[in-house]
């Protein structure tokens, strides 16, 4: 880890009570930056988020948002400026699923996943955009910069690539994430605004708990990826705080597959 890469930097990390979304908040809190930890409905589990990077040195809010909801996204980012000032760093992390054989998916069930997983992220990407832009133009720094002033990165899947069965609205969602992220990460790049996503595999997280804590579940698993273990949700945050790092500066509008090799066909390892 790299020790308060991120010192003083204010990150916004929606849907960062559980999961994914919490193991990225509390990463960019222990390295130093101030942290705004977005919830939908579980203010406990919010709060123990806050409550870990506080007990580590770090500094935390919680706010209350649902993504696919247009005002209460501007709330998010109104308070974020009210409380630290700027914005640095977004990841748009907030995500569900709604699972159904296609034949008997609801409207209700297509329309919930794409307002969270997909209208979410232009709301989140929409409102950090335009306050990385506003920043720029009321600076008072006379030194210039080659870096990028403002950082997104987007949570995708591996089914923004994978087809998935089942599970219809979600794989659309996150395909459609990424045709976004390169979309606006060509129209950004010109204001110094970087934008990548990530594209997790199978990940130890509560949503798929049902599958990694049954041994017959999980076996059967780990024969969708080449490298034998299912990914943890750190695994994810250090990929994600790299493509907000600096060191990552030349990178813009790609995806980072974290999937222990989950998209390399591994079922055509036998027949070559």
């Not at 040195?57 to 948002?65: E, F, R």
């Not at 832009?133 to 899947?157: C, D, N, P, Y």
């Not at 750190?234 to 990552?248: E, M």
């Amino acid at each position: 880890m790299i020790e308060l890469a991120f010192k003083d930097q204010v990150v916004i990390v929606t849907g960062s009570s559980s999961g994914i979304g919490r193991a990225c908040a509390v990463h960019f809190g222990n390295n130093g930056a101030h942290v705004v930890v977005n919830y939908s409905s579980n203010a406990a589990e919010g709060q123990q988020v806050v409550d870990e990077i506080r007990s580590n040195g770090g500094t935390a809010i919680l706010v209350k948002a649902d993504v696919s909801k247009e005002e209460e996204v501007k709330a998010l980012f109104s308070q974020t400026i009210n409380e630290f000032g700027r914005l640095d760093i977004l990841v748009s992390n907030a995500g569900l699923q709604k699972d159904a054989p296609f034949l008997e998916m609801t409207l209700e069930q297509w329309q919930k996943v794409i307002d969270v997983n997909l209208t979410g992220q232009f709301l989140a990407c929409r409102e950090a955009a335009r306050q990385f832009i506003a920043q720029t133009k009321t600076t008072t720094e006379t030194t210039h910069s080659e870096l990028a002033v403002g950082k997104i990165v987007l949570m995708s899947s591996v089914h923004d690539v994978i087809p998935w069965a089942g599970h219809v609205n979600y794989a659309a969602s996150k395909g459609g994430i990424m045709m976004f992220m390169k979309s606006i990460s060509q129209e950004l790049a010109p204001h110094k605004i970087r934008v990548n996503s990530v594209s997790p595999g199978a990940i130890k997280t509560p949503i798929n708990q049902e599958v990694w804590s049954d041994p017959d579940k999980y076996k059967d698993l780990l024969q969708l990826i080449p490298y034998k273990r299912i990914g943890t949700a750190q695994d994810v945050a250090k990929a994600v705080a790299w493509l907000a790092s600096d060191d990552s500066d030349y990178v813009n509008g790609e995806t980072l597959y974290i999937d222990g090799g989950m998209t390399l066909y591994p079922e055509f390892a036998d027949n070559g």
